[in-house]
């Protein structure tokens, strides 16, 4: 379940008050605040895309950028541990821990997965033969799968 709408590149939250029984959101991302709600999922979604519309058009006549600029930094509260653990990876990869995370961090977004394995491929058989046979058989085609012949 996802409670986050896009429209022309803009996000919008869905949120629900059981108080006022409607559900309500905000364009996230801008500079300013724009807020919608509606009585159902399909009215709100509307609704979203009439505010994102209507805030192109406010920003257009007033000559500004809509998108909100990100600092870059932000604080994030990790507990001792997972900090040690971190710092020492940071150590064993010739890193700044800085670095670490930003690594971690982007391919904790990143859209496009890859799958990377190992496979140990018996003696009586040549890596190419054990390859074509594997693929054959996987059924995701999306992964990129990178083998390894080891011989031990």
Do not use: W
């Amino acid at each position: 379940m996802n409670n986050l709408m896009k429209y022309k590149g803009f996000f919008g939250t869905c949120e629900v008050s059981f108080e006022d029984g409607i559900l309500h959101g905000k364009i996230e991302c801008i500079n300013d605040l724009v807020t919608y709600e509606a009585t159902t999922p399909v009215e709100l979604e509307r609704a979203f895309n009439e505010s994102v519309d209507d805030y192109i058009e406010t920003c257009e006549m007033l000559g500004k950028t809509p998108d909100k600029t990100m600092s870059g930094t932000f604080n994030i509260r990790v507990g001792a541990d997972l900090h040690k653990k971190l710092y020492l990876k940071s150590k064993e990869n010739n890193a700044s821990l800085n670095d670490l995370i930003k690594t971690l961090l982007a391919e904790g977004v990143a859209d496009n997965r890859e799958l990377h394995m190992h496979v140990h491929v018996p003696e009586n058989k040549s890596a190419k033969e054990y390859v074509s046979e594997f693929q054959e058989k996987r059924n995701y085609e999306t992964n990129v799968i990178n083998f390894e012949r080891r011989m031990h």
